[in-house]
């Protein structure tokens, strides 16, 4: 069954709703015992609420992974939580004003857009992400909590301190200014960007024997598309800060999503490139890691 297309996606939805009734749960019961904070600081009792609830999620989805054993069932849950949260933090607030609807927007489009990128790729519950696999070689005695710690609650920790941009920036007075505009171009330009370099893998894959991926964003960038999720992430963090200087301390949200790229997702990334393609070596000396420009020279084109 678990090759079953039709089959794997239904068991993923049915492990998101267990998950996002359980956290439903906690929100609310949790919601009234820490009522008092509420009234005294408003802030600290989101951070209670969401951080709580958002583990009790990614433990139901933990375990739903370990039933099916695909820790890669977790995937989604990057994306489709903030899409979830923001939401509920409007609603909870009453606060529909236009500034926040902005927000709305952004965080919507972006994660729409990644689940859909994702669903496209997802084929069942046989394929497993292969850097899961190499945890799983390396700590098969200990795999089921570097599962549960490394692959599900780590990340959720790091969208949880990005979301409290959102959190605080829905708090805060809407008096737009130049950083204000400025931050969300370059929130658009970063979900643009992930986007591009989405689609310009995808037609690449779709050519017979295709080899390294080095065209469009690629040439410039080998890794366009964490560029563009670490852009999202920061100006997420910048909006809000045009808002509210004195929350700059939520800039360790952006700060921990790119020590996440930069020090487990592109080794673990470019190790599998450069065992798959013989040609990727010279590819890291003529092009840069995130940046899309400038580029490093290429002697070839000299």
Same mark, same amino acid.
């Given at each position: 069954?678990? &090759? #079953?297309?039709?089959?794997?996606?239904?068991?993923?939805?049915?492990?998101?709703?267990?998950?996002?009734?359980?956290?439903?749960?906690?929100?609310?019961?949790?919601? =009234?015992?820490? %009522? /008092? @904070?509420? $009234?005294? $600081?408003?802030?600290?009792?989101? @951070?209670?609420?969401?951080?709580?609830?958002?583990?009790?999620?990614? @433990?139901?989805?933990?375990?739903?992974?370990?039933?099916? /054993?695909?820790?890669?069932?977790?995937?989604? !849950?990057?994306?489709?939580?903030?899409?979830?949260?923001?939401?509920?933090?409007? &609603?909870?607030?009453? $606060?529909?004003?236009?500034?926040?609807?902005?927000?709305?927007? +952004?965080?919507?489009?972006?994660?729409?857009? +990644?689940? @859909? #990128?994702? %669903? +496209?790729?997802?084929?069942?519950?046989?394929?497993?992400?292969?850097? !899961?696999?190499?945890?799983?070689?390396?700590?098969?005695?200990?795999?089921? =909590?570097? #599962?549960?710690?490394?692959?599900?609650?780590?990340?959720?920790?790091?969208?949880?301190?990005?979301?409290?941009?959102?959190?605080?920036?829905?708090?805060?007075?809407?008096?737009?200014?130049? %950083?204000?505009?400025?931050?969300?171009?370059?929130?658009?330009?970063?979900?643009?960007?992930?986007?591009? %370099?989405?689609?310009?893998?995808?037609?690449?894959? &779709? *050519?017979?024997?295709?080899? =390294?991926?080095?065209?469009?964003?690629? &040439?410039?960038?080998?890794?366009? #598309?964490?560029?563009?999720?670490?852009?999202?992430?920061?100006?997420?963090?910048?909006?809000? +800060?045009? =808002?509210?200087?004195?929350?700059?301390?939520?800039?360790?949200?952006?700060?921990?999503?790119?020590?996440?790229?930069?020090?487990?997702?592109?080794?673990?990334?470019?190790?599998?490139?450069?065992?798959? !393609?013989?040609?990727?070596?010279?590819? *890291? *000396?003529?092009? /840069?890691?995130?940046?899309?420009?400038?580029? *490093?020279? $290429?002697?070839?084109?000299?």
């Amino acid at each position: 069954m678990k &090759k #079953n297309r039709v089959f794997s996606f239904a068991v993923i939805l049915l492990a998101y709703l267990v998950a996002f009734i359980g956290g439903a749960l906690v929100w609310h019961y949790l919601g =009234l015992y820490l %009522a /008092n @904070i509420r $009234n005294d $600081n408003l802030f600290s009792y989101y @951070i209670l609420l969401f951080l709580v609830s958002d583990v009790v999620a990614t @433990i139901i989805i933990w375990i739903f992974s370990t039933i099916f /054993n695909n820790a890669s069932i977790y995937d989604p !849950y990057w994306s489709v939580l903030p899409m979830v949260m923001v939401v509920v933090f409007a &609603k909870d607030l009453a $606060n529909f004003a236009p500034h926040t609807w902005i927000m709305i927007a +952004l965080v919507e489009v972006w994660g729409l857009r +990644l689940t @859909i #990128n994702w %669903a +496209l790729s997802f084929k069942d519950l046989t394929i497993q992400d292969f850097r !899961y696999d190499h945890y799983k070689q390396k700590f098969p005695k200990l795999w089921p =909590l570097v #599962n549960l710690f490394g692959i599900h609650l780590f990340p959720t920790l790091v969208v949880f301190l990005g979301m409290l941009s959102v959190i605080a920036y829905m708090q805060a007075t809407p008096i737009f200014n130049l %950083a204000t505009f400025m931050s969300i171009a370059l929130c658009i330009a970063a979900i643009a960007i992930e986007m591009v %370099a989405d689609i310009q893998m995808k037609q690449a894959r &779709k *050519k017979p024997h295709h080899g =390294l991926i080095i065209t469009g964003l690629w &040439k410039r960038s080998r890794h366009p #598309n964490y560029l563009g999720e670490i852009t999202f992430w920061l100006s997420l963090y910048l909006i809000m +800060l045009s =808002l509210a200087e004195n929350m700059w301390i939520l800039g360790l949200g952006p700060m921990v999503v790119l020590l996440l790229f930069g020090f487990v997702s592109v080794p673990l990334m470019e190790k599998h490139l450069s065992s798959k !393609y013989p040609e990727y070596a010279e590819y *890291k *000396k003529t092009t /840069n890691t995130f940046l899309i420009f400038p580029a *490093k020279s $290429n002697p070839k084109d000299e």
